[in-house]
């Protein structure tokens, strides 16, 4: 079974500063896409930045980046001057070939941005 | 920006009736998805439907859940006799061959049954 994993169920960041969600999942595929999603209290669900599992460098979208570590099957996001906007639950979703497309969530990570 | 969107945005319903939500995925994509969140908790996979026809179906989605696309642009998620556990939040989604897989969402249907 795919599991994905996000051990910090709470975080928080001064305004400016830069944090880092944690990822760890589990499969014995070898294609697979990760992503993060952002989930402000309105619940909508955004997509913050994906990774295709093929590719060794590591995607940025501006100020969100991502440490992808295939071996050790860790996908942390890093999330530089950080803004009161990017207060939000983030999930960690994953992604096979063979999963026909269904994403695959980890319990999620409350990040709370202080002014 | 292309999106996705869900009507309606909130329903209340009482338990034992059926309820119908209406999504319109982005226009060019191919593949599309219900999941459900129950308050606090994670996101979870309901169905994926290609080619008009579930693709994939999760253990959650049982017979009173059904799917439909009934025109070009509707994709509609169906619950037959609602119970209490099925208040949450759900979710549509669709993707294309060239987003990179990458799966957008809807605002969400906020389902509440008394």
């Known amino acids: 079974a795919q599991t994905v994993t996000q051990s910090q169920p709470e975080m928080s960041v001064q305004e400016a500063e830069t944090v880092t969600l944690s990822c760890t999942y589990d499969t014995s595929e070898n294609n697979y896409y990760l992503f993060w999603y952002k989930q402000p209290p309105s619940r909508q669900m955004i997509l913050v930045i994906r990774q295709e599992a093929y590719k060794q460098q590591n995607a940025t979208e501006n100020r969100f980046s991502v440490n992808f570590q295939k071996a050790a099957k860790s996908f942390s996001l890093k999330i530089s001057d950080s803004q009161l906007g990017d207060t939000a639950m983030y999930f960690c979703?994953?992604?096979?070939?063979?999963?026909?497309?269904?994403?695959?969530f980890g319990e999620g990570t409350q990040l709370t941005v202080n002014p | 920006e292309p999106e996705v969107t869900q009507t309606p945005s909130h329903q209340v319903t009482q338990m034992g009736q059926e309820v119908i939500l209406r999504c319109v995925p982005i226009?060019?994509?191919?593949?599309f998805y219900w999941y459900r969140q129950i308050l606090g908790q994670k996101v979870e996979f309901l169905v994926s439907?290609?080619?008009?026809?579930?693709?994939?179906k999760s253990e959650i989605f049982d017979d009173q859940f059904s799917v439909e696309r009934p025109d070009g642009s509707n994709f509609t998620l169906k619950i037959r006799s609602t119970k209490l556990e099925d208040s949450a939040m759900y979710f549509c989604a669709s993707s294309g061959l060239v987003s990179g897989r990458a799966e957008f969402f809807g605002p969400g249907t906020r389902l509440t049954v008394l």
């Open positions: 439907f290609y080619n008009n026809e579930i693709s994939e």
């Open positions: 226009s060019n994509h191919l593949y």
């Open positions: 979703a994953f992604m096979t070939e063979t999963s026909g497309s269904r994403l695959t």
